[in-house]
């Protein structure tokens, strides 16, 4: 168990999101997520026939945003398998909006001034935050993968410079993979002031 032992507890509610990323054929690569809210009991709901059954969906929802090296959007496909009113599916077409917006900068804002309130799915928003941190794991890990075949002299700066304990450019994990990167006591090149990941998706 990861955690330590907890007190005795009644499990109620269960949140699972994943995603998946994928590199296509043509070039352009597919990133994917599911959030799916489940209960341990029964609960009414009048729109799913009078009752919600334990471990049956509350939430299941998908999308998969289809992007370039770039990170710009080419399409996008939400789709709601399992929601508490009849009326929530309606929304998911709205995030076609999303096509031509790149991930980056601002998209934190992009997302609420898009889709607060009543114009999204509060659900569906929320997977895009996850999904979007997936793209840059899949686009930057294929990226490593092919850096790795390289020395570590001739290693670029990794994308992802500065954005936790282990990669701040003066680690010894950064001294050791990515040389030209180091600014720690031996270092030359100035790599702090590069953004962090969290605020280019603010």
């Known amino acids: 168990m990861p955690l330590s032992a907890p007190a005795p507890r009644q499990l109620l509610h269960g949140r699972t999101v994943q995603c ?95 889709f607060a309130g009543a114009a999204g799915c509060t659900h569906m928003t929320e997977l895009l935050g996850p999904v979007a941190t997936t793209m840059f794991q899949t686009l930057y890990g294929k990226r490593y993968d092919e850096d790795d075949a390289k020395t570590p002299e001739d290693r670029p700066p990794p994308p992802v410079l500065n954005t936790c304990h282990a990669l701040v450019s003066d680690s010894p994990v950064v001294k050791k993979r990515w040389p030209r990167a180091y600014t720690g006591p031996d270092g030359s090149s100035d790599t702090k002031n590069r953004p962090l990941l969290d605020d280019c998706l603010t």
């Open 20 to 114: 998946w990323g994928y590199q296509r054929e043509d070039g352009l690569w597919d990133i994917e997520g599911r959030l799916v809210d489940t209960k341990t009991y029964v609960f009414p709901n009048e729109d799913r026939g009078g009752a919600i059954q334990p471990g049956e969906p509350l939430h299941d929802m998908w999308i998969r945003l289809t992007v370039d090296n770039q990170f710009r959007i080419h399409d996008i496909e939400a789709r709601t398998d399992g929601s508490p009113f009849e009326l929530c599916p309606t929304i998911t077409g709205r995030y076609r909006e999303l096509i031509g917006v790149r991930i980056g900068p601002g998209w934190s804002l992009k997302l609420r001034e898009l």
